[in-house]
């Protein structure tokens, strides 16, 4: 049997598309990566756990930051029977004030992102998670866009590795 790969995968569930976008890091953009809308997918959520762990296994917990890195985070806690760890955007007004959730202090934690283009969402992550006590040196991306992610990365120590490039997605 023969299975379909991630990017065919994405392809399928229409996660492309063309038209001008705004992108979370202020780029403007004529592709935008629906990652969040191709993960509501089980069979595209359990295909990306299956790829991150062929990458990386040597982790304590595995994180992602809200909204789109959470599912992700889930995914690959369950095929790897190992916990993950919620990063939140902002500080809520109620409730525990951290914007970690979840128990990071001395442990190795991998960081899963759905798109990334500059970096800033998984520099942020990392930040959050290194303040807190943790060791991050990696971050797995569902999508790299090839736009500086992996450069700005580089410069804290961390190793960007993508699941699909943003030209293998639209090029073959």
Do not use: C, W
């Not at 994405?10 to 996660?15: C, V």
């Not at 202020?26 to 595209?44: C, E, H, N, Q, W």
Request: proline share 2%; no cysteine; aromatic share 4%.
């Amino acid at each position: 049997m023969v299975t379909a790969t991630l990017r065919e995968m994405l392809i399928s569930a229409e996660a492309i598309r063309f038209g001008d976008f705004t992108l979370a890091s202020g780029k403007k953009s004529t592709v935008y990566i629906d990652i969040k809308k191709a993960i509501t997918s089980p069979a595209i959520l359990k295909k990306i756990a299956a790829e991150v762990l062929t990458h990386s296994t040597d982790f304590d917990a595995v994180a992602g930051v809200a909204v789109g890195g959470v599912p992700l985070a889930v995914s690959v806690s369950l095929a790897s029977d190992k916990p993950y760890v919620i990063i939140r955007k902002e500080q809520k007004g109620h409730g525990l004030a951290s914007l970690i959730i979840g128990d990071v202090a001395g442990k190795r934690i991998l960081l899963v992102e759905d798109v990334t283009t500059s970096g800033g969402s998984a520099v942020f992550g990392i930040e959050q998670l290194r303040s807190a006590g943790a060791v991050v040196t990696d971050v797995i991306a569902v999508v790299d866009r090839n736009e500086g992610a992996g450069k700005t990365l580089q410069g804290l120590d961390i190793t960007l590795t993508p699941l699909v490039r943003m030209q293998d997605l639209i090029n073959g």
